[in-house]
């Protein structure tokens, strides 16, 4: 069956815009989780959903960054007055429901340049 | 501070040698981990994972990682490598009482036929 998908798969944009990053989880998939790769690191977590609502936003670096999902599919995750600093990988995941067994599915990632 | 790490960012094998990936954790408490994989221009892919029960963990591909306690690591094996195991392979571990997930910072396998 279909992936996660997340669209653009790359996006350049100058420094201080807003851009939006969405993010199209497996059907059914209830979990829902963004990270941010930089380059030579390990994925970091931003924020994870359970349904519509963000479980835990602990990862999310500062106000600049907001995700919502409102339908418990699809999220789009927000970053307003954009930094070079925030230029990475930012890839989502999603899972079949909120135990802890369950595999985290990942998407392409977008790749975010900031000028 | 929870945290994942690996000891090798580069490794460059030839076809049919052994492989042995280093990963550490430090972090206390209920302990599942896992070894992603990315193979160039795809996606992260689920290797293998441990939750509880045998600490020898087998995956896909002919990978296999073992769970030491005393140690605290998760070093991912295969007895013979092939060229198609060329990609950045990432450890992770699973935080707390949430489902995010820790990654180390990845080793990068190169393997010459």
């Known amino acids: 069956g279909a992936g996660v998908s997340q669209t653009p798969s790359n996006k350049v944009t100058e420094k201080g815009k807003y851009v939006e990053l969405r993010c199209d989880p497996i059907s059914g998939h209830t979990a829902l989780y963004w990270y941010r790769q930089s380059l030579g690191q390990g994925p970091e977590f931003l924020i994870y959903?359970?349904?519509?609502?963000?479980?835990?936003d602990s990862g999310l670096p500062n106000d600049r960054f907001f995700a919502v999902r409102p339908e418990g599919s699809v999220s789009t995750l927000k970053i307003q007055r954009t930094e070079r600093g925030d230029s990475a990988v930012y890839l989502c995941?999603?899972?079949?429901?909120?135990?802890?067994?369950?595999?985290?599915?990942f998407g392409p990632g977008t790749r975010l340049t900031v000028l | 501070a929870q945290s994942v790490s690996q000891h090798n960012h580069h490794v460059i094998l030839s076809e049919a040698a052994s492989l042995e990936l280093g990963c550490n954790y430090s972090y206390g408490g209920t302990v599942n981990l896992f070894w992603y994989v990315q193979y160039p221009g795809q996606h992260l892919q689920l290797l293998l994972k441990?939750?509880?029960?045998?600490?020898l963990v087998k995956g896909i591909k002919g990978f296999e990682a073992e769970f030491i306690k005393s140690k605290f690591s998760f070093n991912l094996r295969k007895p013979s490598v092939q060229w198609s195991d060329t990609a950045e392979y990432f450890c992770?571990?699973?935080?707390?009482?949430?489902?995010?997930?820790?990654f180390g910072a990845g080793t990068r396998l190169a393997v010459h036929p």
């Open positions: 992770a571990g699973l935080s707390g009482g949430y489902n995010k997930l820790i």
């Open positions: 959903f359970q349904g519509t609502g963000a479980a835990d």
């Open positions: 441990y939750f509880s029960g045998d600490p």
């Open positions: 995941a999603s899972s079949p429901g909120q135990a802890r067994a369950d595999t985290q599915y």
